[in-house]
């Protein structure tokens, strides 16, 4: 069949289900004649069936990015072992959950209300895959391996977003999130010639998955998911309905028996009549011109037109908007592998006086604290490093910190080291004040990237309390071949 009379095709069709319904409800019966189709034309039902089962192009396209970008960083994965094996194969997961809900949008209407909402039940296939990536416990020399996959998987929510911006924009930002732990990786294997070849290929195969998805997205979902105008209402999707398999889900539906032309059309319109003439338009009324009160020229003199009868108003539950995801369970413990103090949910109710202590006894120790919310992190003793991830509204206070700390999607966070920290690491922070001590004035530096508001106080001589920015604007100047960077005149 011709590329130019498939839409036709499916315009045709649609009308035929529209007829059958009018009938049904109006309890015509049909002849068994015109619900089977002819012998005569079975080769041409069979080939309309074919055709009917054929992937819809944004499902061909999307395939070919799996076999283009996926499978081979998939395999970059299994070379690393087997325990980034198993995170391959939960990265695979997450994008077969992607193709059921570009399924989704090639066999139902964009749904009614909010989106997100409306997809959710969908997204777990992708939520239980990356929560599986966010619980595993590899060895240490994989953690910048698993924050760099973290921060790419964020791309996922591109099914949710409403433009602006667009979603390929939208996923080529996650590039550079997931580059900044791609580039440690980097610096650390460059000149490993055992393992580096293989650890190297990973990081540049996860930016040209990142690339070749955004890629895929700007050609068929320019302006967010992309949906059947014609296709069924989504309320009667079901979870699960639409797998990852190649065909359809949907049964093909019967070709008429005449083919696709116009005069098919009307040969099934005619063997729908019933023998006493009747049809699918019998018994509709047909409102007459006389009718049309609107019509000024059949409005009576004198005789205003007559208002529209009141229609109680129909009540429409708003859609529930997608807010914050609700933390999970509060945790506060230490792993002996890795030496490390997980802490993660905590909130001013979940801690005693809104303060959650931990006690370290070996400088070897380090703490991550994750998603926490309005609430103080006391430690006490030297360790390792400080991280924290994703948190709001924090505040931590340690002692001595011998390595450095890291302060990753962070809002409205303070610091405070009441000895020494070498280093401060400021990341895709909005909101971030470090308290110094005396001794660690001297000491303490900063590497910040992508953060807002930033500040640092320390006292004085005099024992006063001095606050300062960190410069967020520069100025820079191509000098002699090479570019120059200084502050910007707003911070002198």
């Known amino acids: 069949m011709s590329a130019h009379l498939k839409p036709l095709c499916g315009v045709l069709d649609g009308v035929l289900d529209r007829l059958a319904a009018i009938e049904a409800q109006l309890g015509i019966q049909t002849t068994a004649a015109a619900t089977s189709p002819a012998p005569s034309t079975s080769g041409a039902s069979s080939a309309a069936v074919v055709e009917e089962e054929e992937l819809h192009p944004r499902l061909v396209a999307y395939d070919e990015h799996v076999q283009r970008a996926l499978v081979p960083f998939t395999d970059a994965c299994t070379a690393l072992g087997p325990d980034m094996a198993s995170i391959g194969g939960h990265i695979a997961d997450v994008w077969d959950g992607q193709r059921l809900l570009i399924a989704l949008g090639t066999t139902y209407k964009r749904p009614m209300g909010d989106v997100a909402v409306a997809l959710q039940p969908h997204l777990k296939p992708c939520q239980d895959a ?62 490993n010639e055992t393992d580096g070849p293989a650890h190297l290929k990973f990081c540049d195969l996860m930016k040209a998955l990142v690339n070749d998805l955004a890629a895929y997205l700007k050609e068929y979902h320019l302006s967010g998911l992309a949906w059947n105008p014609h296709g069924k209402d989504f309320s009667e999707a079901k979870v699960g309905e639409v797998g990852s398999s190649p065909k359809p889900a949907a049964a093909p539906k019967t070709a008429p028996a005449g083919g696709a032309g116009g005069a098919a059309i009307f040969d099934e319109l005619k063997k729908k009549q019933t023998g006493d003439g009747a049809s699918a338009a019998t018994g509709l009324k047909k409102v007459t011109r006389d009718q049309q009160t609107w019509r000024k020229e059949y409005q009576k003199p004198g005789e205003d037109v007559p208002a529209p009868k009141a229609v ?21 413990e230490y792993q002996d592998r890795g030496c490390k103090w997980n802490v993660e949910n905590q909130t001013r109710d979940t801690c005693e006086g809104g303060v959650c202590k931990i006690e370290v006894t070996d400088p070897k120790q380090q703490v991550y604290i994750y998603k926490c919310q309005n609430v103080t992190i006391q430690i006490t003793g030297k360790l390792k490093s400080v991280v924290l991830d994703s948190c709001t509204k924090c505040g931590v206070v340690f002692d001595t910190a011998i390595s450095a700390c890291e302060i990753v999607n962070c809002k409205s966070v303070q610091v405070q080291a009441t000895n020494v920290c070498p280093s401060f690491s400021i990341d895709k922070t909005d909101g971030c004040v470090v308290h110094l001590t005396n001794e660690a004035v001297g000491q303490s530096s900063f590497v910040t990237s992508k953060s807002s508001e930033m500040n640092v106080s320390w006292p004085d001589d005099q024992g006063e309390i001095k606050e300062a920015p960190i410069p967020e604007q520069f100025q820079h100047k191509i000098v002699k071949g090479s570019v120059t960077s200084q502050v910007s005149d707003l911070y002198h």
């Open 130 to 191: 990356i929560s599986k990536i966010r619980a595993a416990r590899l060895d240490r020399k994989f953690d910048q391996h698993i924050k760099a996959i973290m921060e790419m998987l964020s791309c996922v929510s591109w099914v949710v977003i409403s433009p602006p911006p667009s979603p390929s924009n939208f996923v080529k930002d996650t590039v550079g999130a997931s580059d900044f732990w791609a580039n440690k990786i980097r610096k650390e294997y460059r000149t």
């Open 312 to 332: 109680a108003p129909v009540t429409v539950k708003p859609a529930v908007k997608a807010g914050a995801k609700p933390l999970g369970p509060p945790k506060c």
